[in-house]
């Protein structure tokens, strides 16, 4: 086993290339600040880790400027996008000052915004964090989840698509 802090000299743009070989899908995560401030970003690091208890885990950036409301907020909700919501996906992957602007959004566990036409939606507490490189990896016990038929929004080769356009 290598030491992890051990750096090696990669080619960082082919390593990413190489991560964009597994298609994954696209979700948003919200939260609320202590403050009542709403945030949101785009994330394809989501993964379920155990059914009992329901966890699953995500990953955010140690230099993400909404860490400190993820780090603090007691709960948050991950919604894995259809492969109609690209331009929420795209919304929520910039840096804007109101991503939440003229959606209309329902009120999850901890004041947490929830958006509206999602596959799944996962409400979590936020159980466990770690420091993973220059990442946050977020454990979330799930308390309440709801899902729906359709076709998933995917994200490979750092492109957004749906499932007919990756065959």
């Known amino acids: 086993m290598t030491d992890s802090n051990t750096n090696t000299d990669f080619d960082y743009r082919a390593l990413r290339d190489a991560f964009g070989c597994f298609a994954t899908g696209v979700t948003i995560i919200t939260a609320t600040s202590d403050a009542g ?14 059914l009992n208890p329901a966890l699953v885990s995500w990953s955010l950036s140690s230099h993400a400027p909404s860490l ?22 795209l919304r929520f992957a910039q840096s804007r000052d109101d991503k939440f602007a003229g959606l209309e959004l329902g009120e999850g566990l901890g004041g947490t915004p929830l958006l509206d036409g999602a596959l799944a939606v996962f409400q979590c507490s936020n159980a466990y964090r770690h420091a993973g490189g220059d990442h946050v990896i977020f454990l979330g016990q799930v308390e309440k989840f709801e899902h ?10 750092g492109k957004f698509g749906d499932m007919a356009q990756q065959e």
Do not use: M, R, W
Request: aromatic letters at 8%; a negative charge; glycine letters at 4%.
């Open 68 to 89: 400190p409301v993820f780090q603090n907020c007691s709960h948050y909700a991950i919604h894995v996008l259809c492969d109609a919501q690209q331009e929420l996906a």
């Open 37 to 50: 401030i709403s945030v949101g970003l785009t994330a394809n690091s989501f993964s379920s880790v155990s």
């Open 148 to 157: 729906n038929q359709g076709k998933p929004l995917i994200f490979h080769a």
